[in-house]
Every structure is written in C-alpha cells, then in structure tokens.
C-alpha cells in the first residue's frame, strides 16, 4: 500500500491519500481522542500520535492537523505506519454512519434561497476546498446571511477567511441577491 501525502494552504494541517475509500459518505472531523473513540477507530489511532490536533475525514483522504511545536518531518512517519496498518488490518474507519450535514430550522420562505445556497456549495465550493484538503458544511440562512463550518485544512488556515469572504460570499452573493454576508462557525452540531 502506498499513502501519498500533499500539502495545503495551512501549514498545520497535511493531505494523507491512501490510495483507498475513506468515507463512503459524508465527512467526520475529531479534534479529541475522547470524541473519536467509539466512533472512529482509525481517527482515534491518529490522534494517539504525539501532536496531532485535528483529523478530517473525507472520501478518499484524511486531512491532519499538528500542534505548531511538532514538526511534519518528525510525525509524518508515525502517521503513515498507523494510516497503513490501519488499511491493511481492513480495521473499520468509522464505528456507525456518521453524517455530519446539518439540518437547521429553515423558514417556508427561505427554501428556495437554502436549496439555491446549498446547490451551489455541493457544485462550486466543496470540490475546490476538498482539494485543499478540507470541507466547508452550511449551517444556516437567517436574514441574509448565511453560516459556515470550515472543517479539516481549511479549519484555522491563515487563508480561510479570504476564501470565506472573498470568494464564497462573492458568489453567493453574485448568484442569490438575497444573501448579504457569510460568516464562519465553529458551533459542533
């Protein structure tokens, strides 16, 4: 088994592509062992490596995030061996189904706009940050404006706000004249 490895725009956070399915839907991110144990056992044994912070779960990669004292070059062969023992064992990756999409209260008015809003995410937004090693989950749309949940590199990346700001809420904005702002959350569902 071979586990390629790609840089992101957070310089915290490193890409792990095993080459294999990941999570056959949706996305997960544990940013304790506590919250990953009896749910994921491979974020779990992640998060038992010495300076991990953060792991994101996605289709076909693993997004890590690292304590800014450690360095990649000193962890990152821990993280291949548990990635790949992990694989090759066929242990399970995730303990039940876990779907992370969040289902807010949605005014009959605001519909329409939510439907539009989330179309363009799922089609325009999330391939390009799934890219970047991260994903981007809608929360809510209230009067305007509409709330975000950055997971994975994109999660504390020195450049998620100009992403955020510049270009989600450009577009959306462009697309839905209705939506005035978009702000980022870090509210756990």
């Known amino acids: ?3 390629q490895t790609e840089a992101t725009p957070n310089p915290a956070t490193l890409k ?3 080459g294999r399915t990941v999570m056959p839907h949706g996305t997960a991110e544990f940013r304790s062992i ?3 144990i009896g749910s ?3 974020a779990a044994a992640i998060l038992g490596v010495d300076g991990v912070t953060t792991v994101f779960l996605a289709r076909d990669f693993i997004s ?3 304590r800014e004292d450690k360095n990649w070059y000193v962890i990152k062969p821990a993280l291949l061996g548990v990635i790949m023992e992990h694989f090759v064992a066929e242990k399970a990756i995730i303990s039940e189904d876990i779907d992370q999409s969040v289902t807010s209260h949605i005014k009959p008015e605001d519909q329409k706009v939510v439907s539009h809003i989330k179309e363009l995410l799922e089609t325009r937004v999330r391939p390009a ?3 970047d090693g991260g994903d981007i989950i809608f929360h809510r749309y209230e ?3 509409v709330t975000l949940t950055m997971h994975g590199a994109c999660s504390g990346c020195p450049s998620s706000t100009a992403t955020l700001k510049m270009g989600i809420e450009n577009m959306l904005r462009h697309y839905i004249p209705e939506v005035q702002e978009v702000r980022a959350t870090n509210e756990l569902y």
């Open 40 to 42: 994921s056992p491979l």
């Open 143 to 145: 009067n305007g404006v």
């Open 1 to 3: 088994m071979f586990i």
């Open 34 to 36: 506590e919250e990953a």
């Open 64 to 66: 890590i995030s690292k």
């Open 16 to 18: 792990f592509l095993p």
């Open 129 to 131: 940050v799934s890219m």
